[in-house]
């Protein structure tokens, strides 16, 4: 069974940068999208980036021009990259994939929080 794990989330400055990444406890060859999700307090959780097999990617317009979505399949890793990080950014964010998103599986997400 894939299990994703979220991390490198912390605290950060408005303007500053942060590198996410979601590792895959097996290969993610077989893997065609994968994306990531945020929740802020008192909101939905809702999807900001996607990356599939052929590295495309498709971002929300809340974070276009800002996050960078890639992955590294030799590391069965995806990653985010948040640039120009506003506080309106602050959530746990979360990876997934589409198979799993049907059975209910999420992950731990890691928090970022980005203060003014």
């Known amino acids: 069974q894939v299990q994703l794990v979220e991390s490198g989330g912390g605290l950060v400055q408005a303007g500053g940068s942060l590198r996410l990444s979601c590792a895959a406890s097996?290969?993610?060859?077989?893997?065609?999208?994968m994306g990531w999700y945020r929740q802020a307090p008192g909101k939905e959780r809702e999807l900001i980036a996607t990356i599939n097999s052929v590295f495309s990617t498709n971002y929300a317009d809340s974070v276009k021009g800002r996050f960078i979505n890639s992955r590294d399949n030799a590391k069965n890793t995806m990653y985010l990259q948040m640039n120009n990080l506003k506080p309106e950014d602050t959530a746990v964010y979360y990876c997934?994939?589409?198979?799993?998103?049907?059975?209910?599986?999420w992950g731990q997400g890691t928090q970022v929080t980005v203060s003014s």
């Open positions: 997934n994939i589409p198979r799993l998103i049907p059975v209910g599986y």
């Open positions: 097996g290969s993610i060859l077989s893997i065609n999208v």
